[in-house]
């Protein structure tokens, strides 16, 4: 599966924005979806993730409340909406398709990774 992330960009403090990730592939719908973001000098960290069918979700505690996600199997793609955003979410955030059809958080159950779009939350 290829991952294409998109969606990126600059808003202010409590802005809104939805990324999301197109999937090629016949097989985009057998895996579980996330999105992980990460900062300059930190680790890659685990936001939210969804599994194949779309009927579970995890968050993250920073972002619960705030962010939901969603997939359409029929149009391969995944969603990550952002809500009331804030200067800590800033972050190169990216969605990886896991090994597993149920939602796992470790990066290393991610066999494919989209290249990553940009999000920058000013205060």
């Known amino acids: 599966v290829q991952l294409q992330a998109s969606g990126g960009g600059l808003v202010q403090a409590g802005d809104s924005l939805t990324l999301s990730c197109t999937g090629a592939?016949?097989?985009?719908?057998?895996?579980?979806v996330a999105w992980f973001r990460q900062v300059p000098g930190k680790e890659r960290e685990f936001v939210s993730g969804?599994?194949?069918?779309?009927?579970?979700?995890k968050f993250a505690d920073s972002v619960k409340g705030r962010f939901t996600i969603r997939r359409d199997n029929a149009a391969k793609t995944a969603y990550l909406q952002m809500s009331n955003l804030k200067p800590e979410d800033t972050a190169v955030y990216y969605c990886?398709?896991?090994?597993?059809?149920?939602?796992?958080?470790?990066?290393?159950?991610?066999?494919?990774w989209g290249q990553g779009t940009q999000v920058t939350v000013s205060s």
């Open positions: 990886a398709a896991s090994r597993y059809a149920y939602i796992v958080q470790l990066t290393r159950d991610y066999m494919f």
């Open positions: 592939g016949r097989t985009f719908s057998s895996y579980a």
């Open positions: 969804i599994n194949w069918s779309g009927d579970s979700t």
